[in-house]
């Protein structure tokens, strides 16, 4: 990510209308208030977690990113987690969003 994108925003945020940037940036702070509190992923499912031990809000946040603005607003959230929160969470993302859309881990 460049300076320029730290500064202004990753080139996927910008491109949406305000509104689509205000339901975009309320979805990334639910995102990185997951990752703080709870993982992307659990060694057991049960509770906030799927059978796959990955959890379903960060789910429901992924599959709503993908609707809004597919693998490149997708790419923008991973980003924006791992600034907040380091690469060991973002690689958790990665495989909490296996088969949304395009997502790949």
Known sequence: ?????LIFGHPAIRALSDEQKKEVNLL????????RLDDY?????GGHFDIRCHHTGARRIGMKLNQ????ELMQAAR??????????MAEHLDYCWQGIGDWKA
Do not use: C, N, W, Y
């Not at 990510?1 to 994108?5: E, Y």
């Open 1 to 5: 990510m460049s300076i320029f994108d």
């Open 28 to 35: 990334l702070v639910e995102l990185v208030k997951i990752g």
């Open 41 to 45: 992923l659990s060694t057991s499912p």
């Open 68 to 71: 809004i603005g597919g693998l």
């Open 79 to 88: 980003a924006h987690v791992k600034r907040k929160l380091k690469m060991v």
